[in-house]
């Protein structure tokens, strides 16, 4: 009879330990281990060059090192790079690399598919179809980071929940996997320089609140006119901005850290005078700086990008309102590695 193996990398340190002492060896072999499995990122049991052979045969009898694969790497005119990284069952997320010339910023995946419902979201059609484990966002970082050692001659210096997925809907994984790479056993990055979008789950934002994280929020409003934002992203019916922007009030009292709201501006969507006051209304609820993101179409005629004037105006009001705000162009748009064009076509 076969045994079916464990996936080594689901245990935390202290169960490692105890896995070493159960097996009449000392708790110390487990920290080795750890180590070797996520400060070094070894792929295979016999890497462990500082554990005996006959250790490293019973791991190999018990246990498997479920490491995703990168299995195609596209690389866009701008330096965009775009992994289509192939999971142990098979099935494939995204993961983007974004150089500029200060810094570099990984663009990661919490799940295969989405939980949630954006019309102009490409991700969204995938449906979810399962969350990631921590692990298999940890590693899309390394990825990332071998990546920009290789292509830009420096590690990653920042990390963006942004690709595939909600990552409040997959919240234990995703703040394990930060856990991991924030840790000095793991990538040792500053929880400063990792951003986590959400779509906006209210719970989950308190939840976060409470567990006092300290890395940074970001929240893709688009709209803050009810009525328009549950036609473009339905579960808006469910969370409405009054639930969010309680949610972000608590945020704000608890951790007196900035939230950042992303927005696209669409033509006869959300490209009224109306729109943009209803905006910066929400904007004043708790301190916050804006990002007004390109719209990047997904071949579907629904939603086209708003005019240049309409996206002045938006610039405008919120600038004579005191509120800071970046307009980010697309990055990668030519190798469907932009915002909400995630959805394995590669
Ligand atoms: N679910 C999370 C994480 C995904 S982030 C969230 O919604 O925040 C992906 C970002 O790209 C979000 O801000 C999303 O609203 C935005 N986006 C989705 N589709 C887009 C598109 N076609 N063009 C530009 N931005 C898009």
Request: charged fraction near 30%; include cysteine; aromatic fraction near 8%.
């Amino acid at each position: 009879m076969e045994i079916k193996k464990k996936d080594i990398r689901a245990l935390t340190k202290e169960q490692l330990r105890d896995f070493f002492v159960k097996q009449g060896d000392k708790a110390f072999r487990g920290n080795q281990v750890y180590e070797w499995l996520w400060q070094k990122s070894a792929h295979n049991f016999e890497d462990m060059t500082n554990v005996s052979k006959e250790t490293r045969q019973m791991l190999e009898d018990n246990f498997v090192i479920n490491h995703i694969k990168v299995d195609t790497m596209q690389r866009s005119n701008d330096g965009t790079v775009k992994n289509a990284v192939r999971l142990h069952d098979g099935l494939i997320v995204e993961s983007v690399l974004i150089p500029t010339t200060t810094r570099t910023t990984a663009c990661v995946s919490s799940q295969v598919g989405c939980s949630l419902d954006c019309k102009f979201c490409a991700t969204a059609r995938l449906k979810r179809m399962r969350n990631l484990n921590p692990d298999e966002i940890y590693d899309q970082v390394v990825a990332i980071d071998n990546e920009s050692k290789l292509y830009y001659n420096r590690p990653l210096s920042n990390i963006v929940f942004m690709g595939m997925g909600e990552p409040l809907m997959n919240y234990n994984n995703v703040i394990k996997a930060i856990d991991k790479i924030t840790s000095p056993e793991g990538l040792g990055m500053s929880p400063k320089r990792i951003t986590l979008s959400t779509s906006g789950v209210p719970k989950m934002i308190k939840k976060m609140a409470d567990d006092a994280v300290k890395f940074n929020l970001a929240v893709s409003l688009h709209s803050a006119i009810d009525e328009v934002r549950t036609t473009i992203m339905p579960f808006n019916e469910t969370f409405p901005l009054k639930d969010l922007k309680e949610s972000l009030e608590y945020w704000y009292a608890k951790t007196k850290r900035k939230i950042s709201y992303e927005y696209v501006v669409w033509k006869g969507i959300n490209d009224t005078q109306k729109d943009i006051d209803a905006f910066v209304k929400f904007c004043k609820y708790v301190p916050c700086k804006v990002n007004i993101i390109e719209y990047n179409p997904i071949d579907d005629g629904d939603f086209q990008q708003a005019t240049n004037q309409a996206l002045e105006d938006y610039i405008n009001t919120l600038e004579k309102n005191r509120i800071v705000v970046n307009v980010r162009r697309s990055r990668g748009k030519d190798i469907d590695a932009a915002c909400g064009q995630l959805a394995n076509k590669s």
